[in-house]
């Protein structure tokens, strides 16, 4: 049976930008009740504004929908085992229940391996690998005391196909796709509990503009990027019908169907692309990004779709999905 989504208890974390911030405003339109959680307070505010503005479209369009527009705001750093737990009780105290749980928070650095400080290497791990393990755990651990509940985790294809240029986020994406994998494994006797693994190739976010760099060149996302509206929609259609695993478009299928062909081959090419790619011509000083302070202001969108040809291109490979 699928999930109702106008009366689900939704959590996402990295709630206040990109595809976190996407998610949650689909999520909004279809009237769900909401739980972001990010670093920033006001970005968090920020995007529960524009959610609360989502959510009164949709009850002058249901007028059966008689409740308030339910956005519980947890600023949180999931990195930490007690903001972690706080994001969790404040949950059920609020709804009593979590459905789904959206664990799309992120950071990156690029780089050659011994380029970045120890400090920024922790920040990632923190965040990428043991703030996605914290979430699983207590996204599961709810699941299981109330017998139902949809995990999504937000991978990479950079868990399938590494990038020389940004090796140390490549790997906390192997980590991520290993953790949802093991949990699939785990909850497998639980028909009422899924675990869902979305693997989005590049995406036009802001990530690249707050990722520490220390690759000597200005980062872009590498072409063709989606839409995060794109990998919202996928965020939504597994929440209602679990999937184990998924990707979104036609290049991040016919790249996952060539790496079966053909491994080698496919990581050898495939990590050429990525690695000419991700940097542009710009020579930019070396710098920790955005990655330690939260966001003051969040935003869907890096900007990187503006080109005419790239738009055009996207639009049609995004048809043929």
């Not at 959590?11 to 769900?32: D, P, Q, W, Y």
């Not at 994406?173 to 949802?180: D, E, I, Q, S, T």
């Not at 019908?241 to 036609?250: A, C, K, L, S, W």
Request: aromatic letters at 6%; hydrophobic letters at 45%; glycine letters at 10%.
């Amino acid at each position: 049976m699928a999930l109702d989504l106008r009366d689900s208890v939704v959590v996402i974390t990295g709630a206040s930008s990109g595809i976190g911030r996407a998610t949650a405003l689909a999520f909004a339109a279809e009237g769900a009740r909401l739980v972001l959680a990010s670093r920033g307070r006001e970005a968090l505010a920020d995007v529960e504004r524009a959610c609360r503005e989502r959510l009164a479209d949709y009850q002058k369009n249901n007028a059966d929908l008689q409740r308030a527009a339910d956005v519980l705001v947890v600023p949180a750093d999931i990195g930490d085992p007690a903001a972690v737990d706080e994001l969790t009780r404040a949950t059920l105290e609020r709804f009593g229940r979590i459905d789904v749980w959206v664990e799309a928070a992120a950071v990156g650095i690029a780089g050659p391996l011994g380029s970045e400080p120890v400090d920024e290497l922790r920040r990632l791990v923190d965040t990428n690998v043991l703030g996605a393990t914290l979430c699983a755990r207590s996204a599961v651990t709810v699941f299981r005391a109330q017998g139902h509940g949809v995990l999504v985790l937000v991978g990479s294809l950079l868990s399938v196909f590494p990038n020389p240029v940004i090796p140390l986020y490549s790997m906390s994406k192997f980590a991520v796709r290993g953790l949802a994998l093991s949990l699939q494994q785990e909850v497998a006797r639980h028909p009422r509990i899924r675990v869902c693994l979305l693997m989005p190739g590049t995406v036009d976010t802001p990530f690249f503009q707050r990722s520490a760099n220390h690759s000597g060149r200005r980062l872009r996302a590498i072409p063709p990027a989606y839409a995060p509206e794109r990998l919202a929609a996928r965020i939504l259609a597994v929440a209602r019908h679990p999937r184990r695993q998924t990707t979104v478009g036609v290049v991040s299928h016919l790249m996952l169907a060539a790496h079966r062909l053909a491994p080698r081959t496919a990581e050898s090419v495939i990590g050429w692309w990525g690695g000419a790619f991700v940097t542009g011509s710009s020579a930019v000083p070396p710098g920790p990004g955005a990655i330690f302070e939260p966001l003051s202001r969040g935003a869907v969108h890096g900007g990187y779709r503006r080109g005419r040809v790239r738009r055009r291109l996207g639009t049609w490979l995004g048809s043929r999905t």
